[in-house]
Every structure is written in C-alpha cells, then in structure tokens.
C-alpha cells in the first residue's frame, strides 16, 4: 500500500449512541477517506463511532493509524488489525501523536471525550500552535446545539467572531473533507 498523501484525524465516540444513522455517517466517513487516499488517524479503539470509522477505511483498502492510551489497551478497546497502533501513556500524548499525524482534524459525534479533543485541537489552532484545519460534520443536525452554545460565547465576547467563522461547519461528508483540505 502507498502511504495516502494526506491525513485526517477523526475524534468520534467509542461508543454506539442510539441512533444508527450515525454510526452509518462514521463508517461512510473512513470509506469517503480511504476511497479518496486519504489517510484516517483516530483514537484506536475498536467499539462504538471509533470502531465503525476504522472498518470504514479499512473496508476500503485504506490507511489508518490509531493512537492508544495503554490504559484503554490494558481494558481490551484497542483495535489491532490496523495499519499501525501507537499505544502512548497519557490523552495528552495521544491527541499530541495524532496532530503530528493529521493535515486536519474532524469530529463526529460523539461525547466528553470528543468534545474535548476537537476544543483542544481548535484551540491550539487559535494559538498559533498549529494552522491545519477543524471542522464538524453536523449529521443529522447533531453539532446544533453545540453551535448554539458556542454562538452564545460570541455573543458575550468570550469568543470572538473570527474564531468561530474558522471552524469548518458541514452537513455533508465531501463538503466537509474539501473544506478541510482546501488551502
């Protein structure tokens, strides 16, 4: 296999939720990547939106690296049947790893631990700290309330307008990716 010319890391849920439909949008999303040579970086797990983006890409022939706290190995979540599994000591090495990794980041729905990563990684963005891209892919108008919440921020001036502009909002997995990778 050649090694894809670019990379997107996917922060997602490691767990199912109750709607289907969104464990579909994930492994369409790791097929949308692998099919268009772009590589999939991701938390390493191999359950929930984690597991359905993984078998996503790899239904498709393509790349994908995941980064594993050893804690979350030591509890069986790892997936080992990827193209490479980095197991590292803490989140924060993880969400380091995997930036080193990715030309951009994604998140799909997911819970605290998603919210987290894809703030985290937008708000190394606003620093200066790396310039790749953030976006969202809003299935199912799931990332609504979050946005709402977030508009409410720069409205009160904790957040300004610019930095919320910046982040790529799609409701569509080829809208989102060509945002995200466009220059």
Known sequence: MTPPQRRIAVFCAARDGIDDSLRKAAYDVGHWLASHDI??????????LMG???????????????????????REW????ITELHVV???????????????????????????????????WRTLGYHDKKVGLLDVNGFWQPTLTALQAMVSNDFIATET?????????????????LAP
């Open 39 to 48: 590589g999939l970086v991701y938390g390493g797990g191999g359950s929930g």
């Open 52 to 74: 359905a983006v993984s078998s996503g890409a790899l239904d498709a022939g393509g790349e994908v690296i995941g980064v594993i706290p050893q804690s979350m190995v030591d």
């Open 78 to 81: 790892g997936r080992h049947d």
């Open 89 to 123: 000591d803490t989140m924060h090495e993880r969400k380091a790893l995997m930036s080193n990794y990715a030309d951009a980041f994604l998140g799909l729905p997911g819970g605290l631990g998603t919210l987290e990563e894809i703030f985290e990684v937008w708000t």
């Open 164 to 180: 919320l502009d910046d982040l790529v909002v799609e409701s569509t997995i080829p809208a989102v990716i060509s945002a995200l």
